[in-house]
């Protein structure tokens, strides 16, 4: 997810917030000062109140991390390779770099996140119990703990994808027919359906005065288009399984030297070719690749005296070989988060593939119905 700050770093994990989360922070630290802890626990001063709404937004912070944190410590106990977790507006999302290969995968990895929960959950009502002033600000924060971990133990076990419990339903649905396409379908559309429902229920409450409304409708709409994002993802990576790089890239590519001046770069290839990024080669050997991109944040009047060297990418670049399939291209071109990625025949640049042309296969292959 981009637009996000890298945190910290936890067991090989980068751990980031989504700027919306920094809204919703500063909305929930508000809601629970102003109006949740003095209407359920009254007495306190403001200050008090105050330091316990933040404390109680941080913790639940910490309790979807751990909830995350879960998930992706399963993935990469069974294999799976995990970028990052990112937190935002409705919670949190692990970055895995692939998906489960088994129904079995599937299941452990998605089930381990709402029991995680729940045992969050549990342990914050054990503690509860221990409190003496069960009306104190610490009887407060655990009590709030304990009914928020739950709620969001049992929101994710609902089984509408790409929510835990919908991933628990593919997980079942693919190990019942052998098919990951049709349990994703299946799931999927139980989102949806799932989606649809709450932003109904949201628009009744927002036509009674309830301005809760108006979430209950936000997350309705975010779970239907998460679930038909999730479905066209799986359908395009079946697409793409099985072609060849080399199937659709061009042939015979231009390269340049590195001595190349920016404006003979825009002159003879980007403005001639159209194309937005070139290997830059020198000795037949590739030491680098520039983009429109990297010409964007050159200054104009220095381009006839900047050699391309100087605002080219350089090493370690993302390639591919032309017998590798389309899917390897496209997940190293969104995990690297690059548009184009070389394709190397052993030592020899045999030319570039970028999201473009991955894109116009597929969709030149849904207009012809050719898979």
Not at 134 to 160: H, K, S
């Amino acid at each position: 997810m981009k637009s996000s700050l890298r945190l910290i770093r936890i067991a090989g994990i980068d751990i980031g917030v989504h700027y919306s989360w920094i809204f919703i922070f500063l909305l929930l630290s508000w809601g629970l000062a102003r109006a949740f802890f003095p209407g359920t626990f009254p007495g306190w001063d403001t200050a008090t109140y105050w330091v316990a709404g933040v404390s109680a937004a941080l913790l639940l912070f910490v309790s979807v991390l751990l909830h995350e944190l879960a998930h992706s410590l399963v993935a990469k106990a069974r294999g799976i390779g995990v970028q990052s977790i990112t937190l935002f507006l409705l919670g949190g999302v692990s970055n895995l770099e692939d998906e489960p290969e088994r129904p079995i995968v599937e299941f452990a990895v998605a089930i381990v996140g709402p029991l995680t929960s729940l045992a969050v959950a549990g342990i914050c009502w054990g503690l509860l119990g221990l409190v003496a002033d069960q009306q104190g600000p610490l009887a407060a924060i655990l009590a709030y703990l304990a009914l928020v971990n739950f709620i969001l133990a049992a929101f994710n076990l609902l089984p509408g994808f790409p929510l835990d419990g919908g991933r628990v339903l593919r997980s079942i649905l693919w190990r019942k027919t052998g098919n990951l396409v049709k349990a994703t379908n299946i799931a999927a559309n139980v989102g949806r359906f799932m989606g649809w429902g709450l932003i109904a229920f949201g628009l009744i409450r927002i036509f009674a005065g309830l301005l809760d409304g108006i979430w209950f409708a936000f997350i309705g709409w975010f779970l239907s288009t998460a679930a038909e994002a999730s479905r066209r993802e799986l359908t395009a990576r079946e697409q793409l399984s099985g072609v060849k790089v080399k199937d659709i890239m061009a042939t015979n590519p231009t390269t340049i030297s590195p001595d190349t001046s920016v404006a003979d770069l825009v002159s003879s290839v980007f403005r001639r070719q159209l194309g937005r990024a070139v290997p830059v080669c020198e000795d037949d050997r590739v030491v680098g690749v520039v983009s429109v991109t990297d010409v964007k944040e050159l200054p104009r009047e220095r381009w006839e005296q900047t050699p391309v060297s100087e605002i080219m990418t350089r090493e370690p670049l993302h390639m591919v070989s032309p017998e590798d399939d389309l899917n390897t291209a496209l997940r190293l071109i969104t995990k690297g988060d690059v548009n184009q990625v070389l394709v190397m025949d052993e030592k020899r640049c045999a030319g570039l593939i970028n999201r473009a042309d991955i894109l116009n296969y597929l969709q030149l292959t849904q207009e012809l119905g050719l898979r």
